[in-house]
Structures are given as C-alpha cells and as structure tokens.
C-alpha cells in the first residue's frame, strides 16, 4: 500500500486539525438530551442580526449566480466607515481565510512566524500548514496581577529574527480574552522591522468598552506591514454565514489578494454583512448583554471561589484547579457545552462564553453542581 505520508507538502504531516466547539446538535444526539445550551465557540447568544438575516434570505433568491466576486458593495461601505480605499479590503469566508491568505502569502519552509503562547489555535495551523517555523513566546506569568496569561511583547519581539516573516496579534485575545492597550502595541510595533508583516487579529473589538484600547485601522497610515482583521462572526451574530476581512495599505492587500480563492464569500453572506453594518441598535444590545454577562460570571466565579482571567471579550476563561476537561464532559450530560482549553495549554481552565443572563444562570448552576459532586 502507498504511504502517502510520505508525499505531503512540508509542515502537512504535522497539522493537528482544528478542535471546534461542540455543535448542540451532535452532544443531543449523542445523549438523547434536548434542551442543551452552547456556550463554546463565542457565537452571539441574541441570534443573528436581524438585518444581516433578512437581507441574507433575500440573497437566496439568486443563488443560482456566482456573487460578485469585487465584494464592490461591502468594500465600498467598509472602506467609508474606516475612511480607507476599497484597495484596503480583502474579504474572506470568515476572517480566520483572511489570516490563512495572509500566511500563505509569506509564509513558506525556512521562515518563522511569532506569536503568544494561549493565543488563537489557527496560528500555528496556517504557520506549520506553510511549511513554516512557530516561534512561540512565554506570556506574561499566570501570577502577573495586571494580565496573566497576556501577551508579552517584549518575549515577543524577542524571538522575531531574519528568518521572521508574519507575527501573530489577538487584540483581545482568544482564548485568554485579555488585551493590550495603545502605547505598548503602538511602540512594538515602531520597534519591529517594517519587513515584518503583523496580523492584528481584532475579531473581538467591537466588544471592547476599556477606555484604553487601540484602533488598529487608525494606525495602517503608519504601518505599512500591519494588516486589522475582523469579522462578521462575533458581535455581528452571522458566523454561519461565513465572512470577515482584512485591512491593510493597498500594496499589501494586492498580496494577499493574489491567493484568495474566486468567490471566497458567498452571496447570502455579502448580502448579510452589508445590511448587517447598518444595524446599530443590535450591537448595541449585543454589548450591552456582554457587559452584563461578564459582570455576571465573574460574579459566579468569586462566588465559587474560582479565579479567572480578566476578558473584555465575550467570553471567560476560568481556573478550575482541577481537570477542566473532566468538568467539560460532566457539564455536557447537564447539556451545556462549554470549551475545554487544554489543547491552548490551559487543561485546569474551561472556557465559557457569555450568554443570554438564564443561559449564564443555568451554566453556573450546572458548574456549581458538577463542582459540588
Ligand atoms: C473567532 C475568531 C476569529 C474569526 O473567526 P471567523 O469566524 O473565521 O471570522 C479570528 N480570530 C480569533 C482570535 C477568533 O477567536
């Protein structure tokens, strides 16, 4: 028989695929339950923004035809929003395509791509996929009072040498859910090489009520090796749709855009994301339910005694001091799905997102419970 491991492209025979979050529908079948809740993968609990959906049902009207492959509509009112040029826009199906055209762009055997220890797992995927090196930095100490678990940039720059060709920035980050504010990432990225293409991941941003956190997209005059992702995914309610993108100087974006799969976003989704942008009140009641949220569970946690990690995302990680993944699999046959993080290095925390106020109450009972047992 032919072993076709053999024949891989460099890096193929050292992917371990991406772990998602577990889908409601298959923990019910698996266990005969209804009723379950999914606080796993970082989904808006509110449903799909309204407007985004109906024109996203609308769209279906005329799936018979490829959709525009320009993205000229969407582009052009991103490219309003953030005052840019629609040259500063690459679409992707999610912004996660976007960080893989990016990899592929510059990533190659004998290069290296820097990032965080506990940051997003799709980093080291796109990294080793391109045959590339990993180049992993230590995070700030579990015991640092201001961020643990964050990124150190100083262990970050650290590692960056001639073979460096891509470094990787959550802001906030998953699955920490911590962040970094203006001066530090403004002054790291001053001090890195302008050949150093950085991927400011800020799928989580709209999120964000700190008084101190950057805006990458008011720095790409400034940097012409920065590239912002966002996405559609996250605040937005449409991660079944797909779409998410990228911003960066039009040089750069040229690049990318060169591997982009034709018709990588799908009609439906252009559609939803557009009419989805004008839709301010739903992010507005999306924040507003996040804050709560996270005012809640961390709550709960103190209440049980459990530390976490400081997040101004839509999610929290906590510190179980146990197996998280036993707790996991127990908080699964009282039907709610949450994340287990040892895959992020990270097996005594659990991750949860935050949900509607019942869908936290009922994890925290189930927690407590389980906790308890
Ligand atoms: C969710 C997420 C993304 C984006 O996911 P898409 O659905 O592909 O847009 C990107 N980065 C991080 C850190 C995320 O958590």
Redesign the pocket.
């Known amino acids: 028989m032919t072993d076709f491991s053999v024949f891989t492209a460099p890096g193929i025979n050292a992917l371990h695929p991406y772990v998602p979050g577990k889908p409601i529908e298959e923990l019910e079948r698996e266990l005969g339950l209804s009723g379950t809740i999914k606080l796993a993968s970082?989904e808006n609990p509110l449903g799909p923004n309204p407007l985004g959906r109906e024109a996203a049902a609308e769209a279906i009207a005329g799936i018979n035809l490829y959709p525009d492959d320009s993205g000229y509509r969407l582009k052009a009112k991103l490219a309003h929003r953030y005052g840019l040029a629609p040259e500063q826009l690459v679409l992707g199906a999610?912004?996660?395509?976007v960080?893989a055209m990016t990899a592929r762009t510059f990533l190659a055997p004998g290069r290296s791509a820097v990032f965080s220890r506990y940051s997003?797992a799709?980093y080291p995927i796109y990294t080793t996929a391109a045959g590339a090196e990993c180049r992993v930095a230590d995070a700030l100490s579990p015991d640092d009072d201001g961020m643990p678990y964050g990124h150190d940039l100083d262990a970050m720059a650290k590692l960056v040498d001639e073979s460096t060709r891509v470094v990787f920035i959550?802001n906030p980050?998953?699955p920490t859910g911590t962040w970094l504010q203006t001066e530090a990432l403004y002054r790291f990225l001053q001090a890195l090489r302008e050949d150093v293409v950085v991927v400011l991941?800020e799928?989580?941003t709209e999120y964000v009520t700190e008084a101190d956190f950057p805006d990458g997209v008011a720095w790409l005059g400034d940097f012409p090796n920065l590239i912002v992702?966002r996405?559609f995914?996250?605040i937005y309610g449409l991660?079944g749709l797909?779409i998410?993108y990228g911003m960066a100087g039009a040089p750069l974006i040229d690049l990318i855009s060169r591997v982009r799969q034709p018709f990588n976003v799908s009609l439906p989704a252009l559609a939803a994301a557009e009419a989805a942008l004008d839709d301010g009140d739903f992010l507005q009641r999306s924040r507003e339910n996040n804050d709560q949220g996270l005012k809640q569970l961390a709550a709960g946690f103190d209440a049980l005694g459990l530390a976490h990690i400081p997040s101004v995302g839509n999610f929290i990680t906590v510190d179980l001091q146990r197996n998280g993944g036993e707790i996991y699999q127990k908080l699964l046959e009282k039907g709610v799905i949450v994340r287990p993080v040892a895959n992020y290095d990270l097996p005594d925390h659990i991750r949860v997102t935050v949900g509607t106020e019942a869908e936290n109450r009922r994890f925290l009972e189930a927690l407590q419970e389980v906790l308890a047992a």
């Open positions: 970082n999610g912004s996660s395509d960080i997003f799709m959550a980050n998953n991941d799928a989580y992702t996405t995914s996250k991660a797909r998410g």
